[in-house]
């Protein structure tokens, strides 16, 4: 059984880049056909997908943010990663990696790591 | 403001059924069969419950349903318990310039 984990600063000055990464366990981040997610939450706020890297290297960002983030993955060490620049109180949330396969949902989550933007 | 839109909350009393409404637009809901339904409890990450509209994954209890028409999805919990007080997000497809959008959560109350 697959399972995820979020590692990265829970707090980020304004201005400044947010980084997390994602480690991939029980299974290779490499298979075919999963989608490598990332969807945060603002505090008391609901879901927002950021965008999701598809096994083949493939990217795909939700057009609001698309200007400002970058998901990658490193295979060798089977993460996958999350870059938003220029980051605000905005985007003040908990982040959550996430996998599915195409249109079938994400059914594997991590806890999710809050992330907080403030001076 | 959400792309689907959601009731706030609903309510029901334990063995009734409750229904939650998932409204989107031609451009998502109404294009696929690609809806998703996550329950949430607070200070937890999200599970799928249902998805491609009506599929269960393994594990998931029989007494959650999902059905569509147009361009409303829907979720429907029969035999109301305790623990399926939560907070439920639809999710869709819209399409390869926007991809995925949620609504903005229903918070279900078992009186």
């Known amino acids: 059984q697959v399972q995820l984990q979020e590692s990265g600063p829970g707090l980020v000055k304004p201005s400044q880049t947010l980084s997390l990464t994602c480690t991939v366990s029980?299974?290779?981040?490499?298979?075919?056909?999963?989608?490598w997610s990332w969807i945060r939450q603002p505090p008391g706020k609901g879901l927002e997908w950021i965008g999701y890297?598809?096994?083949?290297?493939?990217?795909y960002y939700n057009p609001s943010l698309k200007s400002r983030v970058t998901i990658s993955v490193d295979t060798s060490k089977n993460q996958f990663s999350l870059k938003l620049s220029s980051v605000t109180a905005a985007d003040t949330a908990v982040y959550y990696c996430?996998?599915?396969?195409?249109?079938?949902?994400?059914?594997?989550w991590g806890q999710g790591t809050t992330v907080t933007v403030s001076s | 403001q959400s792309a689907l839109t959601q009731p706030a909350s609903v309510s029901g009393s334990p063995g009734q059924s409750i229904t939650i409404s998932c409204t989107g637009t031609?451009?998502?809901?109404?294009?696929?069969?690609?809806v998703s339904w996550y329950q949430q409890h607070p200070g937890k990450a999200p599970k799928l419950m249902i998805y491609e509209v009506s599929k269960r994954p393994s594990g998931v209890s029989n007494r959650f349903s999902g059905s569509k028409s147009g361009n409303t999805a829907s979720l429907t919990i029969s035999g109301l318990q305790a623990e399926d007080e939560a907070d439920y997000y639809c999710?869709?497809?819209?399409?390869?310039?926007?991809?995925?959008?949620f609504g903005g959560g229903t918070k279900l109350t078992v009186l």
């Open positions: 996430a996998s599915g396969v195409g249109g079938g949902g994400w059914d594997v």
């Open positions: 029980g299974g290779s981040i490499s298979s075919g056909g999963y989608y």
């Open positions: 999710c869709s497809y819209a399409g390869s310039s926007t991809s995925w959008v």
């Open positions: 031609s451009s998502d809901v109404g294009s696929y069969n690609l």
């Open positions: 890297i598809y096994y083949s290297g493939s990217t």
